[in-house]
């Protein structure tokens, strides 16, 4: 079943197992998966990337090569705006994480530009860097959406003495956060969420629940990250 398409998902196996008179736990379908030797994160996702977006990744990687895991504790702390998991209801949230743990989560209305983005930073994203780093000196890392590439949005960060790490365009494979909301996805299926109160609910305890173990291992993992993408020459890892 898994050879005949490749980019199907647990639950579709499932279902096709269920269907040919199979009971089977979610959990049964992943073990299985993972015996036959396939990654069980299915489909498995990557960015195109052209060469010119290529050999800026592995730059930058070369670049990041010797950072030690105190310096990426110290000194990232990844953003990211995702839409929540598709349920009848949707919401978009931003949320912010270092290897010391996470900060405020932010509900969001309406579509993100450079002015509503500048508002999330100020009341959001200042609060999470001083929850997380309080008077120590920081470097923030979000990526090139285009309400973070603009050119207010970089006077923000220079009118407020903060420092942004320089981001190779397409590399989410580079970015522990995608993990982590990995991690608040995960959570949500148990809570199965129908109404939007419910669903800002869940997320919110989800997002709670994260343990700043959790967010240092994330960051630990950047040199291994590194080596990836310079071992690929800077294709997707």
Not at 77 to 94: D, I, T
Not at 198 to 211: D, G, P, R, V
Request: aromatic share 8%; hydrophobic share 35%.
């Amino acid at each position: 079943t898994v050879e005949k398409d490749r980019f199907q998902t647990l639950g579709d196996l499932r279902k096709q197992w269920t269907e040919s008179g199979v009971e089977t736990s979610r959990a049964t379908v992943y073990r299985r998966v993972q015996e036959m030797g396939y990654r069980c994160r299915i489909p498995q996702v990557k960015p195109l990337l052209n060469q010119k977006q290529r050999q800026k990744r592995l730059t930058w990687a070369t670049e990041k090569q010797h950072w030690t895991v105190a310096q990426w504790s110290k000194r990232e702390m990844p953003k990211c705006l995702k839409s929540s998991v598709k349920y009848p209801q949707s919401v978009m949230v931003w949320g912010a994480m270092s290897a010391a743990g996470v900060g405020p989560l932010c509900f969001i209305k309406g579509r993100v530009n450079a002015a509503s983005y500048q508002e999330i930073l100020e009341h959001f994203m200042l609060p999470s860097a001083e929850k997380l780093y309080g008077d120590e000196d920081l470097i923030f890392q979000h990526d090139l959406a285009p309400a973070h590439s603009a050119k207010t949005t970089g006077k923000w960060f220079t009118d407020h003495g903060i420092t942004v790490l320089n981001w190779p365009a397409n590399s989410p494979d580079l970015n522990p956060i995608e993990n982590l909301w990995d991690i608040v996805k995960r959570k949500l299926r148990d809570a199965r969420p129908n109404t939007l109160d419910e669903l800002k609910a869940a997320i919110e305890a989800s997002w709670a629940s994260i343990t700043p173990q959790q967010c240092h291992r994330l960051i630990a993992s950047m040199p291994r990250r590194i080596e990836a993408v310079i071992s690929t020459k800077g294709f997707p890892t």
